[in-house]
C-alpha cells in the first residue's frame, strides 16, 4: 500500500491562495493515478480533482473549476493542488488518493489529510 502523506494546509482569508502538496517515500507516484478529495463537517468526502497516470488527463469538480490546479513533479515525487480564489465553502480536510484510475472505488491508499479553513 502506499503511504501518502499531504501538507500545506492553513488558516487563508477568502480570496487567498494555498497549494496542497501529496507526497510519497518508498513509492513512485508516476505510476499511479493521483486524486484529491475533501470532506467538510457534516459532509460526505467528494472529489475535487484526479490526474491520471497513464495519459495525464486532468479533471476538476465543476465547483473547483477556473480555482484550482493539479501537477505533477515526478522529480519530487509529489503532486501538487494549487488552490486559488478561496471561499469559505472550501473549508474542509483535504485528502490525497492513489489508485488506478479516476473512478473513486480505484483509489486504495489514501494520506491522512490537511485541514483547509477559508476565514476572515
Known amino acids: 500500500q502506499v503511504q501518502l502523506v499531504e501538507s500545506g494546509g492553513g488558516l487563508v482569508q477568502p480570496g487567498g491562495s494555498l497549494r496542497l502538496s501529496c507526497a510519497a517515500s518508498?513509492?513512485?507516484?508516476?505510476?499511479?493515478?493521483i486524486g484529491w478529495f475533501r470532506q467538510a463537517p457534516g459532509k460526505e468526502r467528494e472529489g475535487v480533482s484526479c490526474?491520471?497516470?497513464?495519459?495525464?488527463?486532468?479533471g476538476y469538480a465543476d465547483s473547483v473549476k477556473g480555482r484550482f490546479t493539479i501537477s505533477r513533479d515526478n522529480a519530487k515525487n509529489t503532486v501538487y493542488l494549487q488552490m486559488n480564489s478561496l471561499k469559505p465553502r472550501d473549508t474542509a480536510v483535504y485528502y490525497c488518493?492513489?489508485?488506478?484510475?479516476?473512478?473513486?472505488?480505484?483509489?486504495?491508499?489514501w494520506g491522512q489529510g490537511t485541514q483547509v479553513t477559508v476565514s476572515s
Open positions: 488518493a492513489a489508485g488506478e484510475t479516476c473512478n473513486y472505488r480505484s483509489f486504495a491508499s
Open positions: 518508498e513509492f513512485t507516484l508516476a505510476d499511479y493515478t
Open positions: 490526474i491520471s497516470k497513464n495519459d495525464g488527463i486532468i
